[in-house]
């Protein structure tokens, strides 16, 4: 009887990535100490191109050195910065006309926008073929140097344009349904928005009403080709009309940073394992009520590069590993994961070579316990391992739907695209109940602050990976795929 209740109490015993009460606090010590100082007033909500983003990435690398990581940009010339050439644009002004036979009709601009990246786009006096809501089957010598004319439709034009342009229009006109779709394309486009330079083109977007084009064609013309557009044989049709389109924008470039770090594994050629989280917030976003208009990001994503850095300070006091294993804190997520997209296409390391990947983004959100939202589950050939060091520290699941409703807005989804195993582990993302009242209140506001942030989730996750990542870096545990 006593060597089976010995039995029964080894199986019951604590599970993995567990630890007592006293690490866990030493833990929550050490993030919330990073929280504070990224998320402060002094770094002015961490935007890109900033005082906030120098002080950032300085901090980021002095925490890096501390906790024993070396550069990992393996670039002497860059040590630890890994540039990112980015351009901030914002729309100032522009103007449309439509020339039909011998009328110029000047479009007034509550129905009428366009849109460059460059400080100056002009078109004058080019053709105009329409396309409708074709974009694949539209041969490109039906297009190349004129004006598009298409038709929106939600969900899809933005894709849509992307494939026009592609085969070399001169600029793209939308019809809009009407001026309230024109002031809503206002409010999203002549925000500063920041693109890499790598991937600047010479697009020129405009965007009417088809009110306009109801005066300018007549009724019966304009119903001739919608009627058109709508035949499975479509073509687009060139027609009798000239645009000229101007527009400008308050342009500037210049350099961001990935802050990349590494521990030094005993089998490099084994491959790497890399951690990574977006330092960048927002700046300043408050509106004309608040008081404090700083956005401080502290859940988003303060906390995520709290918790790298202590994972990484763990994991070196457990090495050496077999893997190498990269840290990266990238730049300009909430741009557009830009940050990530630097980072493929002029990588550190072969992408090829990275067995994993596990990015972490406003981690301090679920209390301790809760479920683990999986970002990418089924996706890549992680999920065995996975699902191993789940079961093996006794948690559970959180809800799929949620989960992957946050699939495409990460940086992960970039590596994905790239075929890099990557993915997300969090319980912020395990249940709809603990993130939709953060989304609704606090995302992207000045109350994503140091007092809003929740550890006992962050910590389980932090435990959480350090399992897989020991486990993952160990080649005789997991072979090179």
């Known amino acids: 009887m006593a060597a089976l209740g010995l039995a029964i109490s080894a199986c019951v015993g604590s599970p993995v990535a567990s630890v007592s009460k006293a690490e866990r606090a030493q833990i929550a010590a050490s993030m919330t100490r990073d929280i504070n100082v990224l998320a402060s007033d002094t770094y002015g909500g961490r935007k890109p191109g ?20 070396e550069s990992g940009t393996n670039d002497p010339g860059n040590p630890w910065r ?11 002004e522009s103007s449309v006309t439509l020339s039909f036979g011998a009328r110029d009709v000047e479009l007034p601009a509550e129905v009428a926008a366009a849109y460059t ?3 100056l786009a002009l078109v004058e006096g080019a053709d105009v073929v329409f396309v409708g809501r074709e974009a694949t ?12 004319l298409m038709l929106d439709e939600d969900g899809v034009s933005d894709a849509r344009r992307e494939i026009l342009f592609a085969k070399g229009p001169v600029a793209i006109i939308t019809v809009m349904q009407d001026t309230k779709s024109i002031a809503d394309q206002r409010f999203v486009s002549e925000r500063e928005r920041f693109i890499l330079a790598s991937r600047e083109g010479q697009e020129l977007r405009a965007f009417i009403t088809n009110s306009v084009m109801l005066s300018v064609l007549g009724e019966d013309r304009w119903d001739e080709l919608l009627q058109a557009s709508d035949e ?17 924008s308050k342009r500037r470039e210049f350099n961001s940073f990935n802050v990349i770090g590494r521990l030094a594994g005993t089998q490099p050629a084994e491959g790497a394992v890399l951690l990574l989280a977006h330092w960048d917030h927002l700046g300043t976003c408050g509106t004309e009520a608040d008081q404090d208009k700083i956005c401080n990001g502290a859940i988003d994503n303060a906390s995520g590069i709290a918790l790298i850095i202590e994972l990484a300070r763990r994991l070196k006091e457990a090495g050496p590993h077999d893997r190498d294993i990269y840290v990266m804190a990238t730049t300009a997520e909430e741009a557009g994961l830009l940050g990530i997209r630097a980072f493929t296409e002029q990588p550190s390391i072969p992408l090829d070579s ?10 301090a959100l679920a209390p301790q316990g809760s479920p683990v939202g999986f970002i990418g589950e089924g996706r890549t050939v992680l999920d065995e391992v996975v699902m191993d060091v789940l079961n093996d520290a006794r948690r559970k699941l959180g809800s799929r739907e949620t989960a992957e409703s946050f699939i495409q807005r990460q940086d992960a989804w970039v590596l994905l695209q790239e075929n890099v195993p990557a993915l997300v582990l969090s319980t912020t993302f395990g ?5 939709g009242p953060y989304l609704e209140a606090d995302y992207h506001r000045v109350s994503d602050d140091i007092d809003k942030i929740e550890l006992g ?14 486990r993952l870096a160990d080649t005789e545990v997991y072979p090179t795929p």
Request: glycine letters at 4%.
């Open 137 to 148: 089957r539209v041969p490109t010598e039906r297009v190349s140097g004129k004006v598009v």
């Open 354 to 363: 990275i067995v994993a990947a596990f990015n972490f983004d406003s981690v």
């Open 50 to 69: 900033t005082d906030g983003q120098v002080l950032t990435v300085n901090y980021i690398i002095d925490r890096f050195q501390n906790v024993g990581l």
């Open 82 to 92: 890994a540039p990112v050439r980015l351009i901030s644009t914002q729309p100032s």
């Open 117 to 119: 990246t460059r400080q």
């Open 232 to 248: 499975d044989d479509f073509e687009a049709i060139d027609l009798t009309m000239a645009a000229t389109i101007e527009a400008k």
């Open 457 to 470: 989730g962050a910590i389980d996750d932090l435990l959480l990976h350090e399992e897989l990542v020991k």
């Open 431 to 435: 249940s709809e109940i603990t993130l």
